[in-house]
């Protein structure tokens, strides 16, 4: 608002707690290698913690014995820090939870720690600023590129922050977490409705329970029988038989997986292949899949020299990364878009494969995160089309696969309807985070509930 006094900017090291060691970094290399860690005691912070969309760090995690931890007393960080990542995937930031039931925790050599000075700053508010575009372009611009990219605590010490009333703090907070608890919701809801399918995909396809049972329980969902033929016959046979590949039902055939869908790899794009944001259609990496579209993310209004545009309901399986945390197949949602490269886009000519093909993708993760460990040798693993080509799998005939399409129809398309509302929730919280970080929108909101206050009714 005109004339509205500007909020004071501050250095980071400005408004950490007044005590030693409040801003510091990850201990040196031989300080802290792979023979240290054990299989618990007190949890180190590595990249592998920060969850994506997440707010907070989360486990699986290595661990130290509390001898080596106390050694490591300045590297150490507790719940209500905010650690950020030096070294790989620069520009990710999290909060220590208060509900992990660890007191302490150690930090990796490739991240940092801010133990923030709570009289002047709200940690979550650290957490939303170094998430606004302002930040991320100005951490961009300081990332050393020389090898691994990389910053240090020198610059996260001069990143600058406008720093609001307490108040207004909370009252911006507020307005964020409200935003990220129903993306938060939402992915829960995703998640339990990915667990349902994926029951009845191992219940049809994996465990083979309707075999000789036409009325078994999971057949139950099928709104027209006729349609599909006699249920123990034509659509289940009665008996289970012996083959190479071990007991399978009765007229399913053994096929490579290739023969079930077209993996078709997205595009890689050149500088000249982007526009500004916000024109085109966004260009879906790795990043997308797990986060949505955001401030981060590239356009295009060509497409690059192969395109490969998606939609919702697309099946993609992205074959590059750590195998723990990139490889693996998703359902898309978030509308139009070009596909990047290091993702499969999986099709089928037989529409009614689409539900069979994304289970079965699912039922092989662990096949798929295997083969790309095997692959590994700077970190990141892949997944070929020799790979795939060389995995065979029990496929049923034609009518199982439509009755399966028919059968988990509404599961489908409630995972899309989620995550088509998600990443417009996550476009909307990134669209509001410059404006209430900036202090544009600091008149019109509502004051935030004092600690404690109940919501008004």
């Not at 919701?185 to 329970?209: H, M, N, P």
């Not at 329980?217 to 016959?233: D, I, K, M, R």
């Not at 020799?386 to 489908?412: G, Q, S, Y």
Request: proline share 8%; hydrophobic share 40%.
């Amino acid at each position: 608002m005109k004339g509205t006094p500007p909020w004071p900017e501050l250095s980071l090291e400005a408004i950490a707690a007044p005590k030693v060691n409040a801003l510091t970094g990850g201990p040196f290399g031989s300080d802290l290698v792979s023979a240290d860690y054990r299989s618990s005691g007190v949890p180190v912070i590595r990249g592998s913690n920060f969850s994506g969309e997440g707010r907070y760090i989360r486990g699986p995690f290595a661990y130290v014995g509390a001898d080596k931890a106390s050694a490591l007393a300045r590297n150490q960080a507790r719940p209500g820090d905010v650690v950020f990542t030096q070294r790989g995937t620069v520009g990710q930031v999290a909060l220590v939870p208060d509900d992990l039931g660890y007191e302490r925790f150690v930090i990796s050599q490739s991240q940092m720690r801010l133990t923030c000075d709570r009289s002047q700053v709200l940690p979550e508010f650290v957490y939303y600023w170094f998430r606004s575009p302002k930040v991320l372009d100005y951490i961009d611009r300081h990332t050393i590129a020389t090898g691994v990219p990389h910053t240090n605590l020198g610059i996260l010490r001069k990143t600058p922050i406008l720093v609001p009333p307490l108040a207004e703090q909370r009252t911006i907070v507020e307005h964020l977490l409200t935003l990220d608890e129903r993306i938060k919701s939402l992915r829960g809801l995703t998640a339990a409705v990915g667990r349902l399918f994926q029951a009845l995909f191992d219940a049809w396809f994996v465990d083979y329970e309707p075999i000789g049972d036409p009325r078994h329980p999971s057949l139950c969902g099928l709104s027209s029988v006729a349609e599909h033929g006699s249920l123990s016959g034509r659509l289940f046979p009665d008996e289970l038989v012996s083959t190479a590949y071990g007991t399978i039902p009765a007229g399913w055939e053994a096929v490579g997986l290739l023969e079930c869908a077209e993996f078709r790899n997205g595009t890689a794009f050149k500088s000249d292949d982007f526009c500004p944001s916000g024109a085109g259609k966004p260009v879906i990496k790795i990043a997308e899949i797990h986060r949505g579209v955001g401030p981060q993310t590239r356009w295009s209004s060509t497409g690059g020299r192969r395109v490969r545009p998606i939609d919702d309901g697309d099946i993609l399986f992205a074959w590059s990364g750590n195998p723990q945390t990139s490889i693996g197949t998703s359902l898309w949602g978030g509308g139009p878009a070009w596909l990047n490269q290091h993702i499969f886009q999986v099709r089928s000519d037989y529409g009614a494969d689409r539900a069979y093909l994304y289970g079965l993708l699912r039922h092989l993760q662990p096949v798929f995160v295997e083969i790309a460990r095997n692959h590994q040798t700077t970190g990141l693993g892949h997944v070929a089309k020799k790979d795939l080509r060389r995995l065979t799998i029990i496929r049923p005939p034609a009518p199982v696969r439509e009755a399966f399409a028919t059968l988990t129809e509404h599961l489908m398309a409630s995972m899309v309807e989620s995550q088509r509302e998600i990443i417009a929730l996550a476009r909307a919280r990134d669209f509001l985070l410059p404006q209430l970080l900036g202090g544009h929108l600091r008149d019109r909101l509502p004051p935030a509930r004092a600690p404690g206050q109940p919501a008004s009714t």
